[in-house]
């Protein structure tokens, strides 16, 4: 179907429209999806939901920009391209040199020492290689692949997650782009502590020599736990993100990758992209530009947030809260740690939350 027309709408946050490439009318904003050839299957899935519940709406239709750090095959360009509305953009693109892969400071044996220790205690891809490089990749790298850079904000999706709600006509990248709000997430969650022994280690190191890349707003109550100033484990569970690149973009937090791609724990450890993210968000932003969007159904097996009260204009949902509290309500849980930090008492909201 061919576009509505409605009036032009300029960026306000940055006050033109000459960053836009795709529609002026809309903010700067593309989906970005790191995946392989074979997430074909569980790719179309998750197109559907996203399609269905928001971008097939004439107002959106934001582009897709689709990454792999080996070449597309020819059937995942050609089922992807017919799975999505003909008039939605779709790139696709090959992630190549520095930003796949180890770097050359870093000692090879030594860390292959440490995945084959990781791999026999248990940890989650531990004695993965290409797992530590899609980390550091989406730490450091996605926001200035060059099909990336002409787009301001993102939202990354990943095969094989879902969209439970209808988002009818909320269109998160116009209220993040128009509530002046850098970094959006769905579920926020402790990270598992062996992944990241040192890395809290380094963040104190970069900001005691950086302190003027801190805001003096900013959500660290959120990421430390206050006896020890250490870190607390909350981090927002990344595979769902919808940010301002700005904020990745900026001269801190190219400091801050740097300073810690540096000291190897992407490869000795196996620091994930969501608590180098949450951290540097946590840190860097006013903590009112930290978005939570309870309206999103999201599943990401196996966590799943569906809303309690959804708004009005948005009530068709593919889900039940109380599945979620399933989920998003247990100890692996941060949500009410967030609530903490502006003042509310986790105990009743957890107890609101269940009722
Ligand atoms: P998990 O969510 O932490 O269990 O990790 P996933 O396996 O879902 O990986 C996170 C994201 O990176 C997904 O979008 C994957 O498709 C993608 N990904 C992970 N490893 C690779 C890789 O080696 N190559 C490519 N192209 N994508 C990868
Ligand atoms: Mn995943």
Redesign the pocket.
């Known amino acids: 179907p061919a576009p509505v027309p409605h009036p032009v709408v300029v960026d306000t946050s940055t006050g033109d429209t000459s960053n836009v490439p795709f529609d002026p009318r809309k903010p700067s904003a593309a989906f970005v ?4 050839n074979d ?1 074909l299957s569980k790719m179309l899935m998750t197109l559907q939901t996203l399609e269905s519940t928001f971008n097939s709406k004439p107002h959106n239709r934001y582009p897709y920009v689709f ?4 070449e597309f095959s020819q059937r995942f360009r050609t089922r992807i391209r017919a799975a999505i509305p003909a008039d939605v953009k779709v790139e696709f693109g090959r ?1 190549e040199g520095e930003a796949w892969g180890m770097p050359s400071w870093i000692d090879r044996p030594k860390a292959e020492a440490s995945w084959k220790k990781a791999s026999h205690g248990g940890m ?2 531990g004695g ?1 290689e ?2 530590r ?2 980390c550091r990749f ?1 730490s450091g790298y996605f926001f200035r692949h060059p099909l990336v850079l002409p787009y301001r904000y993102y939202w ?5 997650v879902r969209f439970l709600c209808d988002l009818e006509d909320f269109d998160p990248f116009r209220y993040m782009r128009d509530h002046g709000k850098k970094y959006g997430y769905v579920l926020s969650l402790h990270e598992i502590r062996s992944t990241v022994k040192t890395l809290w280690v380094h963040v104190r190191k970069w900001y005691q020599q950086n302190p003027q890349y801190l805001h003096d707003n900013n959500a660290i109550n959120f990421i430390t736990d206050r006896k020890e100033m250490g870190y607390s484990m909350c981090h927002f569970w990344s ?1 769902f993100e919808i940010a301002d690149m700005e904020l990745w973009r900026s001269e801190a937090y190219l400091s801050f990758f740097e300073y810690l791609d540096k000291q190897g724990g992407f490869y000795y450890e196996r620091w ?1 992209d969501a608590p180098v993210h949450s951290i540097a968000a946590a840190l860097m932003l006013d903590k009112n530009e930290i978005h939570y969007f309870d309206n999103v159904g999201y599943m ?1 097996a196996p966590f799943l947030h569906c809303p309690k009260d959804p708004p009005e204009k948005q009530n068709r949902c593919w889900c039940t809260h109380e599945t979620s509290l399933i989920y998003d309500d247990n100890h692996w849980s941060c949500r009410y740690d967030w609530d903490a930090i502006f003042g509310k008492d986790p105990e009743r909201e957890r107890a609101r939350f269940n009722e």
Do not use: F
């Open positions: 999806i790191l995946c392989r997430d990454l792999n750090d080996d992630v989650p891809y993965s290409s797992y490089n899609m989406q990354r999706v990943e095969p094989d595979n994930g990401h």
